[in-house]
């Protein structure tokens, strides 16, 4: 019986010195930069060196600071195992905001690109987006690095409009299994393109283009030519602070262009029209126009003013294409009004 009591004594003061000396050890996963709430308590972070934070309790914020050196481009980014909804701010010296952004990194994660423009010390902070979020992420402080080069089309010329919104894709990851978007850059009408600033490391590098959503070119960077296999995918290797150049591609195939041809028909119910939809670009659309059960057709209008049945045209735009029909019976107008006055036509 003493020593049931006495071990319930020693259960309590265990309890009692946890809660006593150490309540965050029980209840929340602090990290090792803690207090770090405000400008004053900020950590100092060095270039390339990542640190595990955690945001707990809720509300919980993480100042760093860093030496900024004039010119430098560099780059804030937050990543997490556990997809933490990171919102990262940068701060000048005098706590005024210099920059924000919420998802611009892998997943939730956040990421600023930021030209450094004098010297002196800035600040970063990191909070949840939910503000009684919680959850562990790691930041790092890097010089943006970039990846450069040009795409060529099929035949070695510099893209035409076909390309329009053409734009290259920086991955990481499998490039045949799982593989993760990282950032990006558009292609400028001679074929040359810059991508946005990316922390140091290997990157599987994707082309791909659009000229409406539907119509998509997928390519690998590899040497000596690009390829849409993702088995000859080869890496490239971004430094801090340095842009790796001449990483140019040739398209394996050229772009499949497609519009549509929409039909109407006026009045409607007066008739139908067949062979509208989508054409290849340089195709020919054959349109007929058939009248409905004492109707006639007249004549094309919109992108047509024909007045032959049916119809060829080549589509080499979107096309908007009428049928008009009149009736074959003739009217007249009797002499006799409706009771609201209205005159009435009557078939003959
Ligand atoms: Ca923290
Ligand atoms: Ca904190
Ligand atoms: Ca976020």
Not at 222 to 244: F, K, L, N, R
Not at 272 to 295: C, R, W
Not at 308 to 333: E, G, H
Request: with cysteine; proline share 5%.
């Amino acid at each position: 019986m003493t020593q049931q009591i006495l071990s319930k004594c020693i259960m309590i003061a265990t309890i009692m010195f946890y809660l006593l000396t150490g309540p965050k050890s029980l209840f929340a996963a602090a990290d090792l930069y803690e207090p770090d709430n405000d400008l004053v308590s900020a950590n100092v972070i060095d270039l390339n060196s990542p640190q595990a934070h955690t945001l707990d309790p809720a509300e919980d914020i993480d100042f760093v600071s860093f030496t900024g050196v004039k010119g430098n481009i560099y780059l804030l980014e937050t990543s997490s195992v556990e997809d933490t909804d990171t919102y990262l701010y940068l701060y000048d010296s005098n706590g005024k905001e210099l920059a924000k952004d919420d998802d611009s990194g892998i997943g939730l994660s956040s990421k600023i690109v930021w030209t450094c423009p004098d010297a002196g010390t800035y600040y970063a902070m990191v909070k949840h987006f939910v503000i009684t979020g919680t959850g562990p992420y790691d930041l790092v402080l890097s010089n943006a690095g970039y990846i450069s080069g040009r795409v060529l089309d099929s035949s070695g010329n510099p893209l035409t409009d076909a390309f329009e919104n053409a734009y290259i894709d920086v991955m990481i990851g499998d490039p045949c299994g799982d593989s993760t978007w990282v950032g990006w850059g558009t292609i400028n009408p001679d074929g040359t393109y810059t991508t946005e600033g990316l922390s140091p490391g290997s990157y599987y590098y994707l082309y791909a283009y659009t000229k409406t959503d539907s119509i998509h070119i997928d390519e690998w960077w590899a040497a000596p030519m690009s390829s849409q296999a993702c088995s000859q995918a080869q890496p490239v290797t971004v430094t801090a602070g340095e842009t790796t150049t001449d990483k140019d591609f040739q398209l394996d195939t050229s772009p499949v262009i497609s519009y549509t041809v929409t039909t109407a028909v006026d009045p409607i119910g007066t008739g139908t029209v067949t062979g509208g939809g989508n054409y290849n670009e340089g195709t020919t659309a054959t349109l007929t126009a058939s009248p409905a059960v004492n109707f006639f057709f007249i004549n094309w209008s919109g992108d047509s003013t024909a007045t032959t049945n049916p119809i060829r045209i080549l589509v080499n735009d979107d096309k908007n294409i009428t049928a008009n029909f009149n009736s074959t019976k003739r009217y007249m107008i009797v002499p006799i009004r409706s009771s609201d006055g209205r005159t009435v036509f009557v078939p003959l």
